[in-house]
């Protein structure tokens, strides 16, 4: 039978959650496999991401008495987005498709009936968006929602409010392995592999135990790795205002001509005024040239998949 579902989840200092957490999916799965919506094959995978506390061990512990529950335990602390890629590509030739969400279950688990149900009507990849952050504080509420907003001005194109909750096809898993960049951001380059897809919704709980592995700093730097990984928009941004810089140059010359015709300022004025302006207009607009180079360079570098073939429709008989 088909339709084995793994549930990747990436685990960082996660001791005070497993116990709970392992024993609520297997309900889940439990559940799903005595429907029929998944085979008995499926399993759930946790990535331990170099743990300092007992993690590793619990794991362990979950593999020795029931075979549902697996392990892969990384080297180091690689942080989330590689946890979770390192899950991905290890299961990928095990799967139909991936669930993945995170250890604190934050993500309502009962979602996932519903993204089973979207993949078997013929989905590749759905995504988990909340639909409300009732539990969030304010200050979390208004630092995620910029995180998508600006993300998305700055031409990093992820679907609003989703996390890294999402179920993925074989094919997509397949898609994606295609991406050999290294600074990968998996909310941004899912959307680019294409394939039908769809969401569910799901309200976000609180963290049941243990702390947030994701403080302010690292969300942070999570963003800007996001938009540069992403997109070279910035450096347009450059080239723009360079641009605009040196049209207002040109205004300042014909203003500083009028004046200096009518006898209205002292003697180098003009000269310096109309320099200056043009100057660093047209040293910001050569920035912006050689960027959109580097920009080239480096999305060169990241030797994407040009294209996926979805379908190829070739009678090769009439060839003959
Ligand atoms: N995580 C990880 N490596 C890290 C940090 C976090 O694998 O370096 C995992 C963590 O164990 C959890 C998930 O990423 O399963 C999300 O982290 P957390 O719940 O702390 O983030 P938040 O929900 O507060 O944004
Ligand atoms: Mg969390």
């Known amino acids: ?135 969030d504080t304010v200050f979390k509420k208004f630092t995620a929602e910029s995180f998508y907003k600006i993300m998305n001005a700055m031409g990093a194109n992820t679907v609003f409010n989703h996390a890294d909750y999402r179920l993925m096809s074989r094919r997509a898993l397949d898609g994606l392995a295609q991406y050999g960049e290294v600074n990968l951001f998996l909310r941004g380059i899912v959307p680019m592999i294409g394939y039908p897809a769809d969401v569910v919704y799901y309200n976000r709980g609180e963290r049941f135990a243990g702390k947030s592995k994701y403080p302010f700093g690292k969300m942070l730097s999570f963003a800007v790795e996001g938009i540069t990984s992403l997109s070279t928009k910035p450096i347009r941004m450059i ?43 047209l040293i910001l607009l050569s920035l912006g040239v050689v960027g959109e180079y580097i920009g080239k360079i480096y999305l060169e570098t990241k030797a994407r998949p040009r294209f996926i073939v979805e379908q190829f429709l070739n009678d090769t008989d009439e060839m003959e």
């Open 1 to 135: 039978m088909g339709n084995v579902l793994y549930l990747v989840i990436p685990c960082y200092n996660e001791e005070e959650v497993l116990p709970e957490t392992s024993s609520r999916l297997l309900e889940k799965l439990g559940s799903l496999i005595k429907l029929g919506k998944i085979s008995e094959k499926s399993r759930v995978i946790f990535v331990n991401d170099g743990s300092k506390d007992r993690t590793w061990e619990i794991i362990e512990e979950l593999h020795q008495k029931n075979r549902i529950f697996g392990g892969i335990n990384l080297s180091r602390n690689r942080g989330h987005q590689n946890a979770l890629l390192a899950g991905l590509m290890t299961v990928k030739d095990y799967v139909d498709m991936v669930i993945s969400m995170d250890a604190d279950l934050q993500d309502d688990i009962n979602a996932i009936d519903e993204m089973v149900d979207k993949y078997l009507s013929g989905m590749d990849v759905v995504y988990g968006v909340r639909g409300s952050r009732a539990t």
């Open 239 to 281: 080239t723009a205002l360079g641009f605009f810089i040196f049209i207002v140059s040109i205004g300042m010359l014909i203003y500083s001509l009028v004046r200096h015709f009518m006898g209205a300022t002292i003697v180098g004025w003009t000269t310096l005024m109309v320099s200056v302006w043009a100057i660093g207009g």
